[in-house]
């Protein structure tokens, strides 16, 4: 077993908000694959941080993968699309200081979960749009706009993503979901904001840099993410010449892989032959 530790680090300035990464990592430099994770946490756009997807991120170090968790602003401190900017920030760290991580820059991928399910899609689509820049990285003891350094990824993970937010948000208002409306109120302006930040939205216009390898993962039992939404990105995001593998998972809820389970060692099993698979050549 792999021994694995884990850090905290700055990796991006946003106004006067310092934004943090937890570092997951072998504590052996031999046994790191060279390969770099950036990981988002999920939680309606409105909760949680970078620790909370810590029994992943340590699994997929045990694989040898160098993982970044990323605190980001949200609907607490922000309005969409500033935990975009963030992520795309996180990416151009990652890529930045790839040399001082031991990691090549080219095999860097992305996983989320829930809200971070959207927002890594936004994020791996669109990587280097200027809607998506604006968050300035901590490089060489001060700030750097970075904006030379593309956020591409090699690949994208997304757990049960929320991938089009106005469909989620009526799905909310259907099921009597008080707490999912007033989250996504606090992220959104309105309805068309919400339309606007729309996954398949952006893929049917055309509106995508990019469409790197997807991983998508349904739990049968999701009451927060419909699964009609998520069939849907999969038509989107295959019409859009994305390459993709779909699991489902009967019986199981959202957000499951949280807590350490069997049921989270099984996911993390699963994720492993795609991310190997893709991220040993880097973007195509």
């Known amino acids: ?29 031999s046994e790191r694959a060279g390969k770099g994770i950036v990981m988002v946490h999920g939680g ?23 993982v970044f968790s990323l ?6 401190t922000g309005r969409h699309p500033c935990a975009v900017q963030d992520i795309t920030a996180g990416i151009r760290f990652v890529r930045a200081h790839a040399d001082e991580f031991g990691i090549d820059a080219e095999r860097i991928g992305l996983i989320g979960s829930s809200s971070g399910g959207h927002l890594v899609l936004l994020a791996a689509a669109q990587p280097d749009v200027p809607e998506h820049r604006g968050t300035a990285i901590v490089r060489g003891g001060g700030i750097d706009a970075a904006m030379s350094i593309s ?19 009526r799905h909310a208002h259907d099921t009597g979901r008080e707490e999912l409306i007033a989250a ?8 068309q904001h919400m339309h606007e930040a729309s996954v398949q939205r952006m893929l049917a216009a055309g509106e995508a840099q990019t469409v790197p390898p997807l991983l998508v993962v349904q739990p049968g039992e999701d009451r927060n993410v419909p699964q009609p939404m998520t069939l849907d990105l999969l038509r989107q995001w295959q019409n859009a010449g994305g390459a993709l593998q779909y699991l489902f998972y009967p019986g199981l809820p959202h ?12 996911l993390e099993r699963d994720l492993w032959p795609f991310l190997d698979q893709h991220l040993a050549v880097g973007p195509s």
Request: charged share 25%; hydrophobic share 45%.
């Open 151 to 169: 956020a591409e990824v090699a690949c994208v993970v997304a757990l049960w993503p929320v991938s089009d937010p106005l469909v989620r948000f």
């Open 255 to 266: 957000a499951f892989a949280y807590e350490a389970s069997a049921e989270t060692t099984r």
């Open 184 to 191: 996504h109120l606090k992220y959104y302006n309105d309805e």
């Open 44 to 66: 309606a756009w409105t909760s949680n941080d970078r620790l909370s997807p810590h029994v992943l991120c340590d699994a997929l170090a045990r694989r040898g993968l160098t």
């Open 1 to 29: 077993m792999i021994d694995v530790e884990n850090f905290s680090r700055a990796f991006a300035v946003a106004g006067e908000t310092r934004l943090l990464a937890q570092v997951h990592q072998p504590q052996s430099a």
């Open 71 to 76: 605190d980001f602003r949200d609907g607490r």
